[in-house]
């Protein structure tokens, strides 16, 4: 399987390399990164992106004109950039997702399941800590745990969201979800979903000791979109066994 490999020059993109280049089975077919883009007769059989919105314009752009399968793994991407995934869509097989670990996709169905068990007596709260040079806030990890326990309360995630508390002075309301955001260190990710009822309290946590999960998992989606038909694919549909 030849991968092109964009944002090549960040942490996941230097794991998806090494893990490449430990793969008799995988081949680096090109790199881009912020400084340069992919090579004008860059092919490939797969792209994979961590970078940032505007290479992933770029790159997602490039995997449709090459008619190949997408991975997109870059958070904070703004409205336009959300558009453009739709309807790259259409014309690829694209898998995109906040967190391409394991573990996470799992609490996902957790998180979702406890939501729907517990009733609005229970708040729901998230806490999430990555390293100091994550940008956006709160993590799409975060926001995509959200979308799950409002989805699962009949709730919508914008109207219920609350991620800044201290600018208001009112008594928390039953259906809100907060959100509160940790950077410092080298902290790969780590993430909490509260269920606060009185009495007692419900905590799934998720801790990422290396960032190198996230790599692995990307290429783990990479193969399984191999030969699929145009369309978006959840990540957690792809770990379903014979899927």
């Known amino acids: 399987m030849r991968v092109l490999v964009s944002g090549s020059s960040g942490v996941i993109g230097r794991h998806l390399i090494e893990l490449i280049d430990g793969d008799p089975t995988l081949e680096l077919a090109g790199t881009a990164s912020s400084e340069q883009f992919f090579a004008a007769d860059a092919d490939g059989d797969v792209l994979i ?22 991975v997109i793994g870059t958070t904070g991407l703004d409205e336009a950039c959300a558009a453009r995934l739709d309807a790259a869509g259409e014309r690829i097989a694209l898998c995109v997702a ?18 729907a068990a517990l009733d609005a007596s229970f708040d729901i709260e998230i806490t999430e800590t990555h390293h100091r040079r994550k940008l956006d806030a709160p993590s799409g990890t975060a926001l995509a745990l959200g979308e799950a326990a409002a989805a699962a309360r009949g709730l919508d995630l914008a109207a219920c969201r ?35 009822g009185n009495g007692e309290r419900l905590e799934l946590t998720h801790r990422a000791s290396e960032r190198r999960v996230f790599a692995s998992g990307a290429l783990f989606a990479a193969r399984k979109l191999i030969g699929r038909r145009p369309g978006r694919v959840e990540f957690g549909s792809l770990l379903v066994p014979g899927d």
């Open 162 to 196: 609350d991620d800044e508390r201290q600018s208001r002075r009112a008594a928390r309301p039953a259906d809100e979800i907060g959100f509160q955001t940790i950077r410092g260190g080298d902290v790969a990710g780590e993430h909490t979903v509260h269920f606060l």
């Open 49 to 70: 992106d961590f970078s940032h919105p505007e290479l992933t314009a770029r790159s997602l752009d490039l995997a449709c004109r090459l008619g190949i399968p997408a």
């Open 98 to 115: 906040a967190n391409f670990s394991l573990g996470i996709n799992l609490m996902l169905a957790l998180v979702a399941r406890a939501a």
